[in-house]
């Protein structure tokens, strides 16, 4: 996974730092703070930019991207890549996966419910 810097995303995305530094402070783009400086997934980056984007009517929307979101699981990881089908994965959790899925930004997604999410 790539990480930009403050100054590399504000240019990737074509905002300026202040703006970026806006939506950071708002959790409106995807980032974390790591040492005491943001770091941005380009990959997400790339999500979010495409998770505003409008259509016209009667537009389909993209394939999903080759990934497969959710519950990090080593045997599914492993898989993935002992098959060499460029799967990629994006571990955040069965939720964030299922509205991944749900939105089309995931081909697949990896779920794990415990007992008390099943009652």
Not at 35 to 64: C, I, Q, Y
Not at 97 to 110: S, W
Request: glycine letters at 10%; charged letters at 25%; hydrophobic letters at 40%.
């Amino acid at each position: 996974m790539e990480f930009l810097t403050t100054s590399e995303a504000a240019e990737y995305l074509r905002l300026g730092e202040r703006k970026l530094y806006e939506l950071v402070t708002s959790g409106a783009i995807p980032c974390s703070k790591v040492t005491g400086k943001w770091l941005f997934p380009r990959h997400e980056l790339d999500l979010w930019v495409l998770s505003g984007l409008a259509r016209p009517n009667g537009m389909l929307a993209a394939e999903p991207p080759p990934i497969v979101g959710g519950s990090q699981d080593d045997l599914l990881e492993w898989s993935l890549r002992e098959s060499g089908s460029g799967l990629a994965s994006l571990n955040e959790g069965t939720m964030r996966g299922v509205d991944r899925l749900l939105r089309g930004e995931v081909i697949a997604t990896a779920i794990h419910f415990h007992g008390e999410a099943l009652s």
